[in-house]
T-cell receptor
Framework: GAGVSQSPSNKVTEKGKDVELRCDPI?????LYWYRQRLGQGLEFLIY????????KSGLPSDRFSAERTGESVSTLTIQRTQQEDSAVYLC?????????????FGEGSWLTVV | QKEVEQNSGPLSVPEGAIASLNCTYS??????FFWYRQYSGKSPELIMS????GDKEDGRFTAQLNKASQYVSLLIRDSQPSDSATYLC???????????FGSGTRLSIRP
């Protein structure tokens, strides 16, 4: 597709349930990022994938959070046993990482509400 | 110390004036720097990227980088009401993996 695609765009879930968020990066982009943004706050780095290298998971807030990416395509962010504090917009971004340029482009986000 | 720091604002600037947004970063090995604009309820969009010391101009926007001082700024000339948004400074970590964002400066252009 032309841009980064995320689904679902909105998700309301009950506390304790698991949720899965999907990101389809721009075609050809080798790098993929997940960020979390709580209401009125900045972007919090979660995880970074680059090609077939081991992902940088240093931003994942707890072991309830995990992410996978198959090759250079779709990524899935999973949150297990959701808590109200997980309510946020989850932003996915991708970049080409070519010629030393690292401009990242964001999807529209998945808005998660835990009730 | 946060890795990327910005004043949260709000910064209020009259229409037509110059808005100046500032950012400092802690990772001295950082090489790539970005300014993103984020409207309320929307995802961030790239305004400027800068990689070398000095100024980089694009239309009404000028990014300034001083690696010795670990300082990045964004100037917006002839500010318009449509420039009212939150501006996010972002820095590519020296490990060349994660891009770290500041918490953003809220800019308000008053007519």
């Amino acid at each position: 597709g032309a841009g980064v695609s995320q689904s679902p765009s909105n998700k309301v879930t009950e506390k304790g349930k698991d949720v899965e968020l999907r990101c389809d990066p721009i075609s050809g982009h080798t790098a993929l990022y997940w960020y979390r943004q709580r209401l009125g706050q900045g972007l919090e780095f979660l995880i970074y994938f680059q090609g077939n290298s081991a992902p940088d998971k240093s931003g994942l807030p707890s072991d309830r959070f995990s992410a996978e990416r198959t090759g250079e395509s779709v990524s899935t962010l999973t949150i297990q046993r959701t808590q109200q504090e997980d309510s946020a917009v989850y932003l996915c971004a991708s970049s080409a990482r070519d010629r030393g340029l690292n401009t990242i482009y964001f999807g529209e986000g998945s808005w998660l509400t835990v009730v | 110390q946060k890795e990327v720091e910005q004043n949260s604002g709000p910064l209020s600037v009259p229409e037509g004036a110059i808005a100046s947004l500032n950012c400092t970063y802690s990772d001295r090995g950082s090489q790539s720097f970005f300014w993103y604009r984020q409207y309320s309820g929307k995802s961030p969009e790239l305004i400027m990227s800068i990689y070398s010391n000095g100024d980089k101009e694009d239309g009404r926007f000028t990014a300034q980088l001083n690696k010795a001082s670990q300082y990045v700024s964004l100037l917006i000339r002839d500010s318009q009401p449509s420039d009212s948004a939150t501006y996010l400074c972002a820095v590519l970590h020296s490990s060349a993996s994660k891009i770290i964002f500041g918490s953003g400066t809220r800019l308000s252009i008053r007519p």
